[in-house]
């Protein structure tokens, strides 16, 4: 007898996150798939940017070379790791090829994955056991990423498995993908979560690195199919902030997507993942724009954002919301 179509896919997850309410309704589930085609500036999550397997280094975590030294003896890429006194202190990604040997070996964690793979059968064996929690409390599965449609075929698979088992689904998505792909995905999703990061594609592809066009048409198509669509905007100072942005962002949801969006939440940047980035031998984007945020100005002009939405009709928020919030607009 042959595999099942379950048995041969295979995705790279980064996380399973259990008992969130942030995600979409109730209590849920959280798939995150690595992989994303953008380079958001203000990302806090690095290590979600490749979609293969791939490894980072706590340096402050290496007990020291002389006291260990495994990681050395099974790495086989020359000047990987890079030393400094008795510590590994860094890893050259030049000459890393991320077969994790390293890592396996490592006792003290400095050394760790970031990824794994994982079947559709093992990733419902987690989903699983929470069963009757999303019942109860009207919640699911949410996959999310880095971007969770760069491993669409996957993401399918197990959306089409949850959707056997009577599970809620939710994808959190930027919508950068072929129109065929959404497609695809639609009928086993219940819920999408989607973000416009900026409505002038220039801005946007400055700040991404990839223009908006297609997450906008997606957007837009996935509203047509009549599925709720929860937007998000992280508001970033001195990138998006401006209220021209958010008008025009209210306007497109209003003229282009007949207002249909269900909720509207405006993020407030938080500089987080530095120490990911170190991990990974990356520069936080950031360092040099963001050095502080007044959290109490940055909070003031999410209300000033959200009443202006309110007043084109938008239902809108500062903030994600609880799942009692969710629950009160009626997505569903």
């Avoid at 042959?2 to 209590?27: A, R």
């Avoid at 798939?31 to 340096?59: D, H, T």
């Avoid at 940055?298 to 084109?312: L, P, Q």
């Amino acid at each position: 007898m042959g595999q099942s179509t379950n048995e041969l896919k295979s995705g790279t997850i980064f996380n399973i996150q259990t008992f969130t309410v942030h995600d979409g309704p109730g209590i849920r589930t959280e798939v995150f798939m690595k992989g994303c085609p953008y380079r958001c500036k203000w990302c806090s999550n690095p290590e979600s940017f490749k979609a293969s397997q791939e490894i980072g280094l706590y340096s402050t975590r290496c007990i020291g070379i002389s006291k260990c030294g495994d990681c050395l003896k099974v790495c086989h890429a020359k000047d990987a790791l890079v030393v400094e006194g008795d510590f590994v202190v860094e890893i050259d990604k030049n000459n890393c090829d991320d077969c994790m040997e390293c890592a396996k070996v490592c006792p003290s964690n400095a050394l760790q994955f970031w990824g794994k793979k994982m079947s559709v059968e093992e990733v419902m064996e987690k989903i699983r056991p929470d069963k009757n929690i999303y019942k109860k409390s009207g919640g699911g599965v949410t996959f999310s990423g880095g971007e969770a449609l760069v491993q669409w075929e996957f993401v399918l698979e197990t959306l089409k498995a949850c959707k056997n088992e009577r599970i809620h689904t939710c994808v959190e998505t930027a919508l950068h993908c072929k129109p065929e792909v959404v497609d695809e995905i639609i009928p086993y999703t219940d819920l999408f979560i989607s973000d416009i990061k900026h409505m002038n594609s220039e801005k946007h592809k400055e700040y991404t690195g990839i223009g908006n066009e297609l997450t906008l048409s997606n957007i837009k198509k996935v509203i047509d199919a009549d599925k709720p669509v929860i937007i998000r905007i992280p508001v970033v100072p001195n990138h998006n902030d401006d209220m021209e942005n958010m008008e025009n962002t209210a306007k497109f949801i209003v003229d282009e997507l007949g207002n249909k969006v269900k909720l509207l939440q405006l993020l407030r940047f938080r500089r987080l993942g530095e120490e990911k980035y170190k991990s990974l031998s990356m520069k936080y984007p950031m360092e040099d724009e963001v050095d502080s945020v007044n959290i109490e100005e940055a909070e003031d002009k999410n209300v000033r954002i959200v009443e202006m939405f309110k007043s084109y009709g938008v239902n809108a928020v500062s903030g994600s919301t609880s799942d009692m919030s969710f629950n009160k607009i009626q997505i569903f």
